[in-house]
T-cell receptor
Framework: KQEVTQIPAALSVPEGENLVLNCSFT??????LQWFRQDPGKGLTSLLL?????REQTSGRLNASLDKSSGRSTLYIAASQPGDSATYLC?????????????FGKGTKLSVKP | EPEVTQTPSHQVTQMGQEVILRCVPI?????FYWYRQILGQKVEFLVS????????KSEIFDDQFSVERPDGSNFTLKIRSTKLEDSAMYFC???????????FGNGTRLTVT
């Protein structure tokens, strides 16, 4: 059974730092991996989607990498800002599951202090 | 930018009552989903819906749950007889194509007393 783990559970950094959030999954048979942002009381915003054949995706200050064989993904945030404060979730779509049957990690709660 | 909208934002109901949670997916999307998140826990998949039928449902989605797309715009989740453990945030999501990113609504917080 697929398990998704995110480390650390919480992270507090000063503004301007570069930081890395980690996601690991136990079964490498995935179609894709998505990183989401969740603000308190809000829904999930898709940040980056990496297909299983890809190694990384970039959007602005965000870069996500995927190493399927080792079951790991990282989300790199450059030059962090207070507005980046949120919970970051990663989720995988397994082989054998239907479109949208995503398995989520518990998230990393990020706090960027001015 | 088009978005997924959910109503109500907060629903309080008594145990045993029926509730209907409503969602309006992005208009040209074809795939629809419901997820839930119990406070402090992971987001969990409930059901996916495509071409007017359920594609897949999780173990959580038992006979108390049903989904419907009653018209061309709405997508609803019904819980027939709510239990205390149904208290959670319920998220609707949609996507345009297979293997494309999911777009989530802001959720409905369901409180069962």
């Amino acid at each position: 059974k697929q398990e998704v783990t995110q480390i650390p559970a919480a992270l507090s950094v000063p503004e301007g730092e570069n930081l890395v959030l980690n996601c690991s999954f136990t079964d490498s048979a995935i179609y894709n991996l998505q990183w989401f942002r969740q603000d308190p009381g809000k829904g999930l915003t898709s940040l980056l989607l990496i297909q299983s054949s890809q190694r990384e995706q970039t959007s602005g200050r965000l870069n996500a990498s995927l190493d399927k064989s080792s079951g790991r993904s990282t989300l790199y945030i450059a030059a962090s800002q207070p507005g980046d404060s949120a919970t970051y979730l990663c989720a995988v779509w397994n082989y054998g599951g239907s479109q949208g049957n995503l398995i989520f990690g518990k998230g990393t709660k990020l706090s960027v202090k001015p | 930018e088009p978005e997924v909208t959910q109503t109500p934002s907060h629903q309080v109901t008594q145990m045993g009552q029926e509730v209907i949670l409503r969602c309006v997916p992005i208009s040209n999307h074809l795939y629809f989903y419901w997820y839930r998140q119990i406070l402090g826990q992971k987001v969990e998949f409930l059901v996916s819906f495509y071409n007017n039928e359920i594609s897949e449902k999780s173990e959580i989605f038992d006979d108390q749950f049903s989904v419907e797309r009653p018209d061309g715009s709405n997508f609803t989740l019904k819980i027939r007889s709510t239990k205390l453990e149904d208290s959670a945030m319920y998220f609707c999501a949609s996507s345009g194509q297979s293997n494309s990113p999911l777009h989530f609504g802001n959720g409905t917080r369901l409180t069962v007393t």
